[in-house]
């Protein structure tokens, strides 16, 4: 019995190319360094040490979390509505909520915390013009319990970041959150995605 193994040509990789030309291949310095900042963040993040997590933020982000609608399959690209949001924020917003998570009692959503853990996977990365700027998506898998709960709730998105070059390391300047879900299965998205 014989069996039949895939081979990459040439002709599949000029394919490739040209379907993603900016393209940053999977285990070069960059792609490894992009990915191992958004697994610090996750690790960051899950373990509430949220003062960290904004020092690797840009001070122009923009972070953004647009509603879905289901549309039929032809209206697809019409199912982002970027003109409604879950929450558009700035460095300066972001700055404010951690610290009224940290420093007050007055953020109850979050107090006692969530218990979080968020999963990173599917990471493309492509340069840009910028040789300092990479535009990266991921997709994210975030389980989240509160208190007493028995049931784990999950939500799954795609996030599209724009990393900055800051040093040895990166800074955040974008982020845009597609969430797959219409209606939410979190009761509020008092943490961070």
């Keep these: ?84 949001m879950h929450f558009d924020e700035t460095y300066a917003s972001i700055r404010g909520r951690v610290g009224r998570i940290t420093d007050t009692r007055s953020a109850w959503a979050e107090d006692p915390p969530s218990r979080t853990r968020r999963l990173i996977t599917n990471i493309l990365v492509e340069s840009t013009d910028n040789p300092d700027e990479f535009e990266v998506q991921s997709y994210l898998l975030c389980s989240r319990s509160r208190f007493e709960e028995t049931n784990l709730l999950f939500l799954s998105c795609v996030r599209h970041d724009l990393l900055r070059r800051h040093g040895a390391s990166f800074k955040l300047a974008r982020r845009e959150i597609i969430v797959d879900q219409t209606v939410l299965g979190f009761p509020n998205l008092a943490i961070f995605l």
């Design 1 to 84: 019995m014989t069996t039949n193994t895939a081979i990459s040509t040439d002709a599949d990789v000029a394919s490739d190319v040209a379907f993603r030309p900016n393209r940053v291949p999977l285990g070069s310095p960059a792609y490894n360094q992009i990915a191992e900042f958004l697994y610090e963040e996750a690790w960051l993040l899950d373990e509430i040490r949220l003062a960290d997590w904004v020092a690797r933020l840009d001070t122009d982000l923009r972070y953004t979390c647009p509603v879905r609608q289901t549309r039929p399959l032809h209206q697809h690209a019409a199912s982002i509505v970027r003109t409604v």
